[in-house]
């Protein structure tokens, strides 16, 4: 191949993922792949055409077609479904304490990992969500498992979310607890280390010492590789 290699990152909301995910995608020159987001789209859409989870699959076809894209852009990634831009619509409060209630949908799940491996097969991919480390990419060269106090992750979101109206602090800390637990707790692929991933936990270190470790593995990876 061309020598480039793929880094799994996974872990439970606000531990930093995405953010370090980027910065270590910038840092290389990989393509960076947020499938929080394929997940947030996908609820969005059933959401607001009011399909329940148990009614997913038997729409899995009209699903299956949805066009969903990431678009990396100057101040960060843009999400469409079918040519509609929902960047802002998938962070609401309102699809992050929907989406773990469609991620379990086994259906759903086996399209969009599909879509993630087609994206990792060229290599040179920093990938970030719940289950890529164990499920997803397997293979993947690098494993990340990160993790933060709930305070601290709660707190995090907090200070992102302010701008939408009425949002508490409370409120953030209670989706995150709850979004853990489906998570984990969910029959098909749950959120959990996998054996050979490397457990970081973000809770008193920036984003950028962070991301300087991930490239520092993919370092010592490579050097491993050339002996
Ligand atoms: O950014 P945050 O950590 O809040 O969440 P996200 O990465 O955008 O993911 C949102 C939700 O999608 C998660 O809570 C999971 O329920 C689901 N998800 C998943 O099941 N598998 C993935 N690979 C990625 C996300
Ligand atoms: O993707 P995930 O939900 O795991 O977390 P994120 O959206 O990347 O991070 C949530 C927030 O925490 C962002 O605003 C980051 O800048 C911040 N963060 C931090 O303050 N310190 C870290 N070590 C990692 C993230």
């Not at 899995?60 to 678009?71: A, F, M, S």
């Not at 508490?168 to 995150?176: F, G, K, V, W, Y």
């Not at 707790?185 to 054996?195: K, N």
């Not at 457990?199 to 520092?216: F, G, K, M």
């Amino acid at each position: 191949h061309n020598g480039k290699i793929n880094i799994a990152i996974d872990g439970p909301a606000g531990a930093g993922k995405s953010t370090i995910a980027r910065m270590v995608a910038n840092m290389l020159s990989y393509v960076y792949v947020d499938t929080g987001a394929m997940y947030r789209a996908a609820t969005w859409y059933l959401k607001n055409r009011g399909i329940e989870p148990e009614e997913v699959n038997e729409v899995l076809h009209t699903v299956q077609n949805l066009g969903i894209e990431l678009i990396p852009g100057e101040d960060g990634q843009q999400v469409h479904v079918n040519g509609q831009d929902v960047t802002a619509e998938i962070r609401s409060l309102t699809v992050s304490s929907q989406v773990s209630r469609y991620a379990q949908i086994e259906g759903l799940r086996t399209w969009l990992v599909s879509l993630q491996r087609q994206m990792a097969l060229r290599k040179g991919v920093v990938m970030d969500g719940r289950d890529i480390g164990t499920t997803v990419l397997p293979d993947a060269e690098v494993k990340i498992y990160m993790t933060a106090t709930v305070e601290e992750r709660a707190r995090r979101r907090f200070n992102e979310m302010q701008e939408q109206q009425g949002i508490t602090l409370e409120m953030i800390a209670r989706d995150i607890a709850e979004r853990d637990r489906l998570d984990q707790e969910r029959e098909v692929s749950p959120l959990r280390q996998a054996e050979d991933a490397i457990l970081l936990d973000t809770t008193h270190l920036t984003p950028q010492e962070v991301a300087n470790r991930i490239v520092s593995l993919s370092r010592t990876y490579w050097e491993r590789e050339q002996e």
